[in-house]
């Protein structure tokens, strides 16, 4: 009898094999006191098992180079930052010194303080760090328990060509193990999609279903299983029927992504001629080498508070550092930078600032612009960074979360005093070919956007914070998710608004947020005037082949004709019935 579990989709693709089932061994954390003459051995045990779990990330990171390429390697190298970030060893140490406890209690005090300032956090990317906290502190841990740190795997075949495994959670690590021995799928109990565990697998391409619960008491080891990493569906022991269909789909499946790599080296143009360009969302260099594999002409938006993430605050040159190196990934196509976007929803532990904290509302709180514009001394040293960075080649700055044209003005007059600084200090910069952008994520912005943009180069459409500003609809709240929807007429009309207000000033206007890279809306965009996309690298192949199989001037017609209620919205959404005008034109 077919058992069908479902989780979160991580990774499209379908696996079809024999389950394996990886039984994890917890580590039991005791706590027993201390004297205090054995305070400062017990902190040197803390530091040296730190250190020597720093050594292992370390081997690791050079292994998963090989293994998983520099994706892989980034990864780890985040997890060395948190291992040495003073909120981890140095605050396990305090709780050692203050309460006579022992080291592997003292981390798990600490770990447990980190992990609910991480569950605070609205953003999920940024909440799902708490994953890695967590696969940092248990390979310390292992250290003081004399375990071996980071065994993977030790009792998984080398052969996984046809096994789909099922675990309670995998850390990246053990996922590469994985991958190198060619699972076919993985099923967990546990984690995010958000993960680095699900941007590896995405990286690499390995289906994967995450949050199945029960999933290892569910499934019998070496029993059939399908997985349908689209849908987030594992199929258990399936029916003839049921396995003939995945079958043929996983054949259909395979076909299309050989039909995307056709289309890798096309430009990206529609039927009726209009050119489009296509370009990457991007934290990382490695981001950026896949995008310019995929067709992307730069990066719309590369999100700077990575950086902040890892640690103690990054020093001016750390910053440059970063961003020289995205510059030269890129070979001479522009760089976007997004000025740090964080607040109350996205907390870095060394930034904290008063009113960051204990904020009833932070979506609407002390956040992005409104934070760089307050904390000038933080602010000034990214700008510093960013123009240093464009003497070596084509950057623009892109200000996150406007409301108002005075934090236009207020961040170009810090620019210019920020050049005026860099000129009588001798360093070389691009200001004068830096352009200035704005993302339109609140409403207002939108509105008043004829005020504002008379003031800015570009601009660029956040759709995930301005539709959940629009709606009123947080869409990580599962009690009203429902209510985010991207074709609400109200979030039609003040796209098609922003669009349109764009084109009659002749100000360049792209979309970065999530909209974009869903090849669902791609005609719609296209429909309301969108000609510029920004979106996950993985995304590029398939919007391209939308909008080379799509006649602009039809879908435009079509959208018209919704507009006006000459067509049923009770039977298709609007994305359907574009789809459906495309196909009968």
Not at 333 to 348: E, F, M, S, Y
Not at 545 to 574: F, H, N, P, Q, Y
Request: some cysteine.
């Amino acid at each position: 009898m077919t058992l069908a579990l479902s989780g979160q989709i991580v990774e499209p693709g379908i696996a079809i094999g024999q389950a394996h089932n990886i039984q994890r061994n917890e580590i039991e954390i005791g706590e027993y006191r201390i004297a205090d003459e054995q305070v400062d051995a017990e902190i040197d045990r803390l530091i040296h098992a730190a250190a020597e779990a720093g050594v292992h990330l370390e081997d690791l990171a050079r292994r998963l180079k090989k293994s998983a390429g520099a994706s892989g390697e980034e990864i780890i190298r985040t997890h060395l930052a948190m291992l040495e970030d003073s909120s981890l060893v140095q605050a396990s140490a305090r709780h050692i010194r203050e309460q006579l406890c022992n080291a592997e209690w003292a981390l798990q005090l600490q770990l447990e303080t980190l992990v609910a300032e991480f569950r605070t956090i609205d953003d999920d990317y940024i909440r799902s760090r708490e994953e890695d906290i967590v696969q940092v502190v248990r390979m310390v841990q292992q250290v003081l328990a004399a375990e071996q740190p980071g065994k993977p795997l030790s009792d998984v075949p080398d052969r996984l060509g046809h096994t789909l495994v099922v675990a309670t959670e995998l850390t990246p690590n053990e996922l590469a193990v994985l991958h190198d021995r060619g699972v076919a799928g993985v099923v967990t109990e546990h984690g995010s999609p958000y993960s680095h565990t699900a941007i590896l697998a995405r990286s690499m391409g390995v289906p994967l279903v995450m949050g199945v619960r029960r999933a290892q008491s569910l499934i019998t080891e070496g029993e059939q299983l399908v997985l349908d990493g689209a849908y987030g569906i594992v199929f258990a022991d399936p029916e003839e029927s049921i396995l003939r269909h995945y079958l043929q789909k996983q054949s259909e499946s395979d076909r299309y992504r050989k039909s995307l790599e056709r289309g890798r080296g096309r430009p990206a143009a529609s039927l009726d001629g209009e050119a489009l360009v296509l370009l990457a969302n991007a934290e990382r260099p490695e981001d950026i080498r896949r995008a310019l594999e995929d067709g992307a002409e730069g990066v719309g938006l590369f999100r700077s508070e990575y950086l902040f993430m890892q640690g103690l605050p990054p020093d001016e040159e750390a910053q440059v550092e970063h961003y020289v190196s995205a510059i030269e990934a890129l070979e001479g196509a522009p760089l976007t930078i997004r000025t740090l976007d964080i607040g109350a929803d996205k907390k870095a532990h060394a930034l904290e600032f008063e009113g960051l904290r204990n904020n009833p509302n932070p979506a609407l709180g002390l956040r992005a612009v409104r934070l760089c514009l307050r904390e000038m001394d933080l602010f000034k040293v990214q700008l510093r960074a960013i123009l240093r960075a464009s003497a070596h080649g084509p950057v623009h700055c892109m200000i996150p979360m406007l409301t108002t044209d005075r934090e236009v003005l207020a961040v170009r007059s810090l620019i210019e005093e920020t050049r005026l600084e860099l000129d009588s200090e001798g360093y070389d910069h691009g200001a004068e070919r830096m352009r200035l952008g704005g993302m339109i994520e609140v409403p207002a912005a939108a509105l008043a956007l004829e005020r504002m943009a008379r003031h800015l180069d570009f601009l660029s459409v956040g759709t995930n914070d301005l539709i959940q500003y629009t709606l009123a609809a947080d869409r990580v709240d599962e009690n009203v998710a429902h209510l985010y929807d991207p074709q609400h007429p109200g979030v039609i009309h003040l796209l098609e608004h922003v669009f349109a207000t764009a084109r009659r000033l002749q100000v360049p206007v792209s979309v970065c947020g999530e909209m974009a890279g869903d090849r669902r809306f791609t005609r719609l965009l296209l429909a309301l005037g969108l000609r510029e996309f920004s979106m996950q690298p993985r995304s590029l192949l398939e919007v391209k082949k939308v909008i080379t199989e799509t006649d602009v001037g039809a879908v435009r017609e079509a959208l018209a004709r919704w507009t006006a209620g000459e067509c049923d919205s009770s039977t298709m959404t609007l994305s359907q019935f574009l789809d459906n005008a495309q196909l009968h034109h």
